[in-house]
């Protein structure tokens, strides 16, 4: 089976191109969404990010993502530990989701697979991009967050440029009608590759 990745940065439609290919009954596997899962269900990763950040990382409604966000934002270190919590766990659910799939291809989305090096995990790399200024307009509508969150969480993602010239294909989402005839081109191309086991 052919693994692809969607990447992307923030605010570049990635959700938008992902729900394409789950219409064309494509497996689809949102890395960020089973992180935020395991972080509710395991037992594990809550008592390591309480170590991590102390106790208000958890309400009782769940995780408190802006005690998190804001910790994470005054100091990037956090992060990459949050990460090292988190990833191997995400991983290995990804492995035992990926056995159970019978199709020509499926696709993980993974927002900073350059950022963490796993690109070369996967036969193929397709990166989503939009102009920046779409992108910050997306996101401040979106989140309802601010133009300097938004630049910020840019600069800790790879440029556009760097992405494009590891990636096997790139959508453009600037208007629906267009990504979606990328979408569908890509997918014909995908399925008429014949993999080797």
């Not at 949102?30 to 390591?48: F, G, P, T, Y």
């Not at 990166?127 to 630049?151: G, H, M």
């Not at 969480?153 to 494009?164: A, C, E, S, V």
């Amino acid at each position: 089976m052919i693994t692809v990745v969607l990447t992307g940065g923030i605010g570049s439609g990635k959700t938008t191109v992902i729900n394409m290919f789950k219409s064309l009954g494509v497996p689809i596997y949102i890395a960020d969404d089973e992180a935020r899962s395991l972080m509710l269900r395991s037992k594990v990763i809550r008592r390591k990010l309480i170590s991590l950040f102390g106790e208000q990382a958890y309400t009782n409604e769940g995780l408190n993502k802006p005690y998190l966000s804001k910790a994470i934002f005054n100091d990037k270190s956090l992060l990459q530990k949050m990460n090292t919590i988190v990833h191997p766990k995400v991983g290995k659910h990804y492995k035992r989701w990926l056995l159970k799939q019978d199709s020509p291809y499926i696709i993980k989305e993974v927002a900073i697979v350059f950022e963490n090096g796993t690109h070369k995990n996967y036969d193929f790399i397709i990166t989503v991009t939009a102009p920046i200024e779409t992108r910050i307009k997306r996101v401040i509508k979106r989140d309802n967050s601010t133009k300097e969150k938004v630049a910020a969480i840019m600069r800790n993602q790879w440029d556009d440029k760097d992405k494009i010239k590891l990636s096997h294909f790139v959508i453009k989402n600037i208007t629906l009608e267009n990504t979606e005839k990328q979408v569908i081109a890509i997918h014909k191309k995908l399925t008429k590759i014949k993999f080797k086991e």
